[in-house]
């Protein structure tokens, strides 16, 4: 517990539990937010990681930190901590830079996507294949329901969907992807489908207006996957079921720059605890394993609190 105390005694500690208490970060990212050099933000980061305050995960050839999860004593004093930290005078301009940070990796992606909206489906297939695991997530789709497909791309879910759900909006944040989505709904004769721009973090969706979520191969995307997450918990009905589906944890870095992959897939564990924050209960996760040449993916249902 000293060597907890100790770490936190430094301004430049403070602010950097603060910043992490938002979402995970790198280095680099953090050297920016804070406009300090590298080696100082290093040395501060191993001081804090050392005392448990934070953990470190490795995507490849980077490292995210992030507040641990598994301190006890920092869990049990984290909400009376959290209050004090808002009190910091630099916090203003903390949270507009982590708020930069986190559009700059949405623009990111953004611009990637709405590049190569038209070959994205050919690019994905062969880049990086997956195993087969339509049919499993379609028979968990609920009958006669609203039905949200959050990150649709080019809409190869749709026709599917629309024979199962009363009502079914598909929202991204690519004004590319979106064409393309209609123009496979017309070429189909498929109709009747609510599509939207926006956010993953920022649905266009009412509270509680939709019965079924669903997340194919997107959350590694996302800027802030826990933001995603608290923001499709929102967006759902009391009951109402999340269906996820993304890479199982993996090691091939080269997808950050040719799939515009923000996150190198992620472990049951994690999704389970992150799924659990934000409101879901009787999580069930299944890992559908691919072959030699394929990247394994995990099926995650959840279902909202009541």
Request: net charge negative; with cysteine.
């Amino acid at each position: 517990m000293l060597e907890f105390f100790k770490a936190l005694a430094d301004p430049c500690r403070l602010r950097l539990t603060a910043i992490l208490l938002r979402g995970e970060f790198t280095v680099q990212e953090l050297t920016a937010i804070l406009g300090m050099g590298q080696s100082r933000i290093s040395r501060h980061l191993k001081i804090l990681t050392e005392a448990g305050v934070l953990s470190v995960k490795r995507h490849g050839t980077w490292s995210y930190y992030r507040v641990a999860g598994d301190n006890n004593f920092f869990a049990a004093i984290r909400p009376a901590l959290e209050q004090e930290l808002k009190t910091l005078p630099e916090r203003p301009q903390d949270l507009a830079a982590v708020a930069r940070t986190l559009e700059e990796r949405r623009r990111r992606s953004q611009e990637f996507f709405d590049l190569h909206a038209r070959q994205w489906d050919d690019l994905a297939r062969t880049l990086l294949p997956v195993p087969d695991y339509r049919e499993k997530l379609l028979t968990l789709v609920p009958e006669g329901k609203v039905v949200v497909e959050v990150g649709l791309g080019t809409g190869g879910l749709l026709p599917a969907l629309v024979a199962k759900a009363r009502t079914v909006i598909g929202v991204d944040h690519s004004p590319e992807m979106l064409g393309e989505a209609n123009r496979r709904m017309a070429a189909s004769g498929v109709s009747g489908v609510d599509l939207r721009l926006g956010e993953m973090s920022h649905l266009p969706l009412p509270d509680n207006s939709a019965d079924c979520a669903i997340l194919n191969m997107v959350l590694h995307h996302a800027a802030a996957p826990v933001d995603v997450l608290n923001e499709i918990s929102r967006v759902l009905s009391p009951g109402g079921i999340l269906l996820l589906v993304d890479l199982a944890r993996h090691e091939q870095d080269w997808v950050r720059e040719q799939l515009a992959d923000q996150w190198l897939g992620f472990e049951e564990d994690e999704l389970r605890s992150w799924l659990e924050s934000a409101g879901f209960k009787t999580i069930i996760a299944e890992r559908v394993s691919g072959t030699a040449r394929q990247e394994s993916v995990l099926l995650v249902q959840g279902i909202k609190h009541s």
